[in-house]
């Protein structure tokens, strides 16, 4: 079998195993400062080689303001990882409501630490009743039908796109990549060719291309994101919705009620569901976000909450 | 209201901690930039640069940078998650960092890996289809919208950067 067929395979291998994955749905508790852009230390170019060195994952050097990836690479990844989920997940292509989850992802994702992306932000809704959201590293952002349901009002579902931009702001996709293969890659500088490549050179890149496409799916589907990632993303979607003036406390509703879905789907079941293994329950998530980055916090809304569930439930009701 | 407009336009400035300083030549790390007339996502766009090219930091508000372009009289107010160090676009690998002419953009432009070449090579090979992923692109919505949408609830994105 060879390279790019086995890739192939263990894409759709994971995604096909994924049956009801709350994979990113990982609202967990809070640590540290939502505020993670640091002094840009510019992890890249020749700094970037030296910086690879020994590195056994990308999380070791990359964040929300250093990466080994250009711009343009990290689109051009997240197209390709988009693409392949939605080989797996059928899109709900209704207008209305991607137009209203377009608007209030782009609001939120302004209010984040990192409103400019190479694209920019983009949401679509796919067509599953799994409980589920993903974010490739070049801002395409899923939401499911299913976890769409389980929310009651606007605030809730800035709540779970807030989560997801701050996975793209992190660039966490991208710092679970552990191939040694791209990693050395990019040390090498084998990324770096100036014009068209051909033959060899062209094989080459691809195969490296589909071998971090495919380590990005299999953190989104099947391992997950580390503790510290999705703590991370969590309190930096409490931080986003404050910052626009959405009720912070509404991520815990909404894992409150993941937490809950998730209980239904074990009842009746002796086999362990496979997310269990990777995603601690939402239950714990909601004790870490009181202990850390809503402690202290009241339940607030400073934004019209009438109108704002008015178009919530227009944009929804169908979903 | 009006305080929740203050509000948001405060931390809206005061989230991003900066990376780049005055005097500084930085690059377009974004496909498309809107040089603005003043700090804000909703103020008058004066001129666009494309991703690669070169300009000089000239001024800094809080989460902004004026630039202007090195080898025109253009300038204008980015948000700093729109510029990059050249080193960031891996302009170093050619020993060209730092570099501030019009070749500093043809590098930054040129190939970089992972690129529509690349893409059109593993579409081929995966039998991925695309045609999705460039609708949800279009989904994109103008910046006037988005402030409607938050002026509806009484929020409001930087109507200029009045601080």
């Known amino acids: 079998m060879n390279r790019s067929t086995r890739i192939a395979r263990i894409a759709m291998i994971t995604i096909a195993t994924a049956a009801l994955v709350v994979s990113c749905a990982g609202l967990s508790g809070a640590l540290g400062s939502a505020l993670a852009v640091g002094e840009g230390l510019g992890v890249s170019g020749s700094g970037a080689r030296l910086a690879l060195a020994g590195v056994r994952t990308l999380s070791e050097v990359v964040d929300a303001a250093n990466s080994p990836f250009t711009p343009e690479q990290e689109y051009y990844i997240g197209r390709s990882v988009a693409a392949t989920i939605l080989k797996q997940y059928p899109a709900y292509t209704a207008a209305r409501p991607n137009r209203y989850i377009n608007s209030l992802g782009q609001v939120l994702a302004l209010a984040s630490d990192r409103p400019q992306l190479y694209h920019g932000y983009t949401f679509l809704i796919l067509d599953t009743d799994e409980i589920n959201a993903f974010a490739t590293p070049g801002g395409h952002i899923f939401i499911s039908r299913g976890m769409l349901r389980l929310t009651t009002s606007e605030d809730e579902v800035a709540a779970v796109l807030a989560h997801e931009i701050a996975h793209v702001v992190h660039r966490h996709g991208l710092g679970s990549i552990r191939s040694a293969r791209v990693i050395g890659a990019l040390q090498q500088g084998t990324l770096d060719m100036l014009d068209e490549v051909s033959g060899a050179q062209l094989r080459e890149v691809t195969e490296i291309f589909g071998e971090t496409t495919s380590e990005i799916l299999d953190t989104l589907i099947t391992r997950g994101y580390s503790g510290a990632s999705e703590r991370e993303a969590d309190a930096s979607a409490v931080e986003i919705l404050k910052r626009v003036g959405y009720d912070p406390h509404a991520i815990v509703r909404v894992l409150e009620r993941m937490d809950a879905a998730q209980q239904a789907e074990y009842e009746g079941s002796r086999e362990p569901v496979g997310f269990s293994k990777t995603h601690p329950r939402p239950q714990s998530r909601v004790n870490g976000l009181k202990a850390s980055a809503l402690r202290n916090v009241e339940p607030e809304s400073r934004i019209r909450t009438d109108v704002a569930d008015r178009r919530f439930r227009e944009a929804l009701s169908g979903i | ?163």
């Open chain 2, 1 to 163: 209201m009006r305080r929740s407009i203050a509000f948001f336009l405060f931390v809206l400035a005061a989230v991003t901690l900066s990376a780049v300083n005055v005097g500084q030549v930085v690059t377009i790390s974004v496909r498309e930039a809107e040089l603005r007339s003043s700090p804000g996502f909703l103020a008058t766009v004066q001129t666009r640069l494309a991703y690669g090219d070169s300009v000089r930091v000239v001024e800094k508000r809080p989460g902004w940078v004026r630039v202007q372009a090195v080898d025109a009289e253009t300038n204008g107010w980015l948000h700093e998650s729109a510029v990059a160090p050249p080193a960031d676009l891996r302009l170093s690998s050619a020993g060209r960092a730092g570099d501030t002419g019009a070749s500093t953009r043809e590098i930054a432009l040129a190939g970089r890996g992972f690129n529509q070449q690349i893409e059109a090579e593993y579409q081929e090979q995966q039998q991925i289809d695309f045609t999705m992923v460039d609708t949800m692109e279009g989904f994109l919505q103008p910046t006037d919208e988005l402030a409607a949408f938050l002026a509806a609830i009484g929020g409001s994105i930087s109507d200029g950067g009045d601080q």
